[in-house]
């Protein structure tokens, strides 16, 4: 079974900055590729940055300048490093993983979210 466990969430004042951390773990064969989408109560789950196994990035337009997407292949881990966070970047930020088992089958994994509050 994979499980992707996140971390870094947190309250910090608008212009601070976080780091949210996601680590695919158990029997998997390869990674195609890790993102990050954000959540606010009554809105749809959008996607704010992704990186495939190839180092094919996007950052949503709301986001770029101010945060970046890396991830280590090796680890199946990525990151989010969120500067100049601003008051509408307040969301739970979900990792997600697409993953290729040992038969060959992809699979789409979720985390469970990692609560993001800027104050302003």
């Known amino acids: 079974q994979v499980q992707l466990v996140e971390s870094g969430g947190g309250l910090v004042q608008a212009g601070g900055s976080l780091r949210l951390s996601c680590a695919a773990s158990g029997k998997m064969f390869s990674t195609n590729a890790m993102g990050w989408y954000r959540q606010t109560p009554g809105k749809q789950r959008e996607l704010v940055a992704s990186?495939?196994?190839?180092?094919?990035?996007f950052h949503a337009d709301s986001v770029k300048g101010r945060f970046t997407i890396s991830r280590d292949n090796a680890k199946n881990t990525v990151y989010l490093q969120m500067n100049s966070l601003k008051p509408e970047d307040t969301a739970v930020y979900y990792c997600?993983?697409?993953?290729?088992?040992?038969?060959?089958?992809?699979?789409?994994?979720w985390g469970q979210g990692t609560q993001v509050t800027v104050s302003s």
């Open positions: 990186i495939t196994s190839g180092g094919s990035i």
């Open positions: 997600k993983a697409s993953l290729t088992n040992g038969s060959g089958t992809r699979s789409e994994y």
